[in-house]
């Protein structure tokens, strides 16, 4: 369900929405060439909420951010919402993760010279729409992130928590394909930590959002419908919830 | 919120490291603008000068004279419509420090020839009858405290002695760059009075020709006195006002350099600026990057923010500038006096500050945009994280 309530296409939902292929992803620190992903398969269906865990150098930022399409992969095929990522230009992925993407980082990344509502306007800059319209859709997200009373205030006035929220809020804006949360809980205490799963559970059930979510925390972790577990850039094993 | 309102925000996210910065360009455009304003002045003799006059000199130096005799001689070639003479008089009033230009001219001809001079008919027939009378600009005027009637002593240091006289006028300009600092005194005042080497002599003729006449009219002239005791050169005086102030280019060309060297300066601590802003904020560059702002987007953020700092500094300084000239053209005129033309601040010299400010904030910010833009998204998010 997208955000202004525009019924989606269920024709779609049994197509993987994103499809990796072989991937392998190396990085060279001078000669030595450091291997972080090797042959890796996934596919991920519309509309789940996947976790993404293991242990430090596993590869999960790394899968994470060649399906956000930040990154590319050394070789394999990134599909997601039906596009091969590898074969766009850097104008074209800005322009794919404008449309298809939303971010979620562990530090929020909001821009402290910008209010709430400015910095949840801010990818909305990218789009066509009119003054009017932007503002309509950035109270909606502002609202869906509880929110609406705090627009005015800037994120040094506003909680960890609330900032994280603020950052769900700029994510959504766009109604994007897929959204990508890299530790979104890592920075916050036990309450806030248990708002914004509970906020990332909501834009899932209610709003049919596909999330991806890197996390240490098994706690978090548990708020997904799927965990997947990297080991030494493969997939290990996963583990579907019961709830 | 608008693009440019995002660029506004950005560049006052730092508010005192931006206004420091805006306060040291717009100290830069004060500098600039003063320094251009000096030169401007230094040169306003040769700007104001008149197409249709020439300037008979000897042509051995600027600082020797002419026989007296050689007036009529000139009054008879042919083009020739109008001539005066005059003396440069090198007296000191009070002291040296106050320094102003001093000319002994036969007042009749004189404010023909010039007619920029401005002086009421009741002045100027009070300054005729009166031998020892003189008439100042109302700007000399005004920096002494003179007053029609007031008697006052020079000190004659080409002419030795005590020279006394009588302020019988003083004179206007027709228009804004007519130099106001000037004082006139009857030339046969002086050669009555001075001793037999220094008698029958003047500094230059001026002449007054006929539209388009002038080179026709100077090579007449100096076809006249060749092989003479005193061989003549004239030439317009536009040239002539050039020749006089040449011996200072080199100072003139040094201000011109430090006044393009003091712009350098301050762009390049806006450069500095600008690329301490964005790297600061790496992360957030990365993170627009990463919602899908394309390069081009980060480059125009940064130039945008250069040219906005670099704007306000050159408003501000604009703003500034005429006050300050002001003051400290009250100032160098105790100093220079009448050495300096007018010093108003010029159109032109404005808008150069302003394009060269405007400029500036794109080439300071060039380097620290195309870096923005080269960002690697992930690395740039790996490092804060």
Not at chain 2, 118 to 138: C, I, P, T, W, Y
Not at chain 2, 216 to 241: C, G, H, K
Request: proline letters at 4%.
């Amino acid at each position: 369900m997208m955000l202004d309530d525009n019924p989606i296409d269920d024709g779609l939902a049994a197509e993987p929405l994103i499809r990796l292929r072989g991937v392998t992803k190396s990085y060279h620190r001078g000669r030595q060439e450091i291997p972080v992903l090797d042959d890796l398969d996934l596919d991920i269906p519309e509309g789940s909420f996947d976790a993404l865990m293991g242990p430090s150098g596993s590869g999960k930022t790394t899968l994470l951010n060649l399906i956000a399409g930040i990154d590319r992969p050394t070789s394999g095929s990134v599909e997601v919402a039906g596009i091969e990522l590898t074969t766009l230009s850097e104008g074209d992925l800005a322009a794919f993760r404008a449309r298809h993407v939303g971010f979620i980082f562990q530090l929020y990344n909001l821009m402290p010279v910008l209010t709430a509502f400015q910095n949840v306007e801010l990818p909305l800059l990218l789009t066509r729409l009119g003054r009017r319209e932007r503002r309509r859709r950035v109270e909606i997200a502002l609202r869906v992130v509880g929110l609406a009373d705090r627009m005015d205030h800037y994120p040094r006035q506003l909680s960890g928590g609330q900032e994280q929220r603020v950052a769900i809020a700029r994510a959504i804006v766009t109604d994007p394909t897929i959204l990508v949360a890299d530790e979104p809980t890592g920075d916050l205490d036990r309450q806030s930590a248990e708002e914004i799963l509970r906020l990332l559970r909501l834009l899932n059930r209610r709003f049919e959002k596909t999330i991806v979510m890197v996390t240490h925390d098994p706690h978090a972790a548990a708020a997904a419908s799927l965990v997947r577990r990297l080991d030494k850039g493969q997939l290990a094993d996963q583990r579907a919830d019961s709830r | 919120m608008s693009w440019l309102g995002l660029v506004w925000r950005s560049a006052l996210r730092n508010r005192l490291r931006t206004a420091l910065t805006t306060a040291g360009i717009a100290l830069a455009v004060i500098a600039f603008l003063f320094l251009r304003t000096f030169i401007a002045a230094f040169y306003a003799g040769v700007e104001n000068a008149s197409a249709d006059r020439l300037v008979v000199r000897n042509r051995i130096a600027i600082t020797s004279p002419l026989p007296i005799s050689y007036v009529d001689k000139i009054r008879g070639v042919r083009g020739v419509e109008e001539l005066t003479w005059m003396s440069w008089f090198a007296g000191v009033y009070r002291d040296e420090r106050s320094f102003f230009a001093l000319f002994a001219v036969d007042p009749p001809s004189f404010y023909r020839v010039y007619p920029e001079f401005l002086l009421d008919e009741k002045e100027r027939r009070a300054f005729f009858a009166d031998q020892s009378g003189a008439v100042v600009g109302e700007l000399l005027a005004e920096r002494f405290g003179w007053r029609v009637g007031d008697r006052i002593t020079l000190r004659g240091t080409i002419y030795p002695g005590d020279w006394e006289l009588t302020i019988r006028g003083i004179y206007r300009g027709r228009d804004k760059a007519t130099d106001r600092q000037q004082l006139h005194l009857h030339w046969k005042y002086v050669d009555e009075r001075v001793d037999e080497r220094q008698k029958n002599q003047v500094g230059i003729v001026v002449v007054r020709t006929a539209p388009g006449t002038g080179a026709q009219v100077a090579a007449t002239i100096d076809r006249l006195f060749q092989s003479s005791l005193a061989e003549t050169r004239t030439e317009s005086e536009r040239a002539f006002n050039l020749s006089f102030i040449s011996m200072s280019a080199a100072i003139v060309s040094a201000v011109q350099v430090i006044s393009m060297v003091v712009l350098g300066i301050i762009l390049l601590v806006l450069g500095n600026t600008i690329a301490m802003g964005a790297r600061e904020r790496t992360s957030e560059l990365a993170a627009m990057r990463a919602i899908g702002f394309r390069p081009r987007h980060l480059v125009g953020l940064i130039v945008g923010e250069g040219v906005l700092v670099a704007a306000l500094g050159a408003g501000v300084g604009l703003a500034l500038a005429r006050p300050v000239l002001r003051f400290i053209a009250d100032a160098l005129e105790s100093a220079l006096g009448a050495f300096l033309g007018p010093f108003e601040l010029s159109g032109r010299a404005a808008a150069l500050a302003v394009a060269v400010c405007l400029v500036g904030g794109v080439l300071a910010s060039a380097l620290p945009a195309w870096r923005a833009s080269r960002l690697v998204i992930v690395d740039a998010l790996r490092r804060t994280e």
